[in-house]
């Protein structure tokens, strides 16, 4: 089992094993309620009793459901870019703008369609933020820089950094267009139109 990643809205780190599995768990029932009752009626008890665990154990580790919200973004977002670094390591393209940009894409449509709370949750854009350089978008475009420079033989600059927010920033919006406009098809469909 791999750790959850220490999220800043986590109150407390769990330390042994026992404890990081109950938070996993917890993590595990708030993204399969955000599923079933969306954001607004997904509440600390429900996910309590959903992962079987007391409740204290949930507010051991959050103060909120916006924090335990935070703490599955930051989740989606490691398991995201395990996936993407996972796949190009797969990749016989070397330095291909194409295969780099399939994966990234894939991935993400993939974890749209079909992980628990994602649809809603996602890497934390349907929540408000604070700061604009905090904001998801942002922190996947950095993410990506680092991961994609080396990949395609470019320096992880100003320039690079840009664009791949250029790219984060349009993708984003024409998924959730896609979803908003034909979510059926969109969660259900395997492929992007137009690619083989």
Not at 19 to 32: G, H, K, Y
Not at 127 to 146: F, K, M, Q, S, W
Request: charged share 30%; hydrophobic share 40%; proline share 5%.
């Amino acid at each position: 089992m791999k750790p959850v990643p220490q999220a800043t809205s986590l109150r407390r780190a769990p330390v042994q094993r026992r404890s990081a599995e109950r938070l996993t768990r917890i993590l595990d029932a708030c993204a399969d309620l955000l599923d079933e009752v969306g954001y607004d009626a997904l509440s600390t008890r429900a996910v309590a009793l959903r992962a079987g665990v007391p409740i204290g154990s949930v507010y051991r580790f959050f103060g909120n459901k916006r924090a335990m919200a935070d703490a599955l973004a930051e989740r989606n977002f490691e398991r995201y870019t395990d996936r993407v670094t996972h796949r190009l390591e797969q990749s016989d393209g070397e330095g291909d703008w194409r295969a780099a940009m399939d994966a990234v894409l894939d991935e993400y449509l993939d974890m749209k369609r079909t992980a628990p709370g994602f649809s809603l949750v996602d890497f934390g854009n349907q929540i408000p933020v604070g700061a604009r350089y905090a904001e998801p978008n942002h922190r996947v475009a950095d993410r990506l820089t680092e991961l994609l420079s080396a990949y395609l033989g470019r320096t992880p600059d100003d320039d690079l950094r840009r664009t791949f927010l250029i790219a984060v920033e349009t993708a984003d919006t024409l998924v959730h267009l896609a979803f908003r406009m034909s979510p059926r098809e969109t969660r259900t469909s395997s492929r992007r139109p137009g690619h083989c």
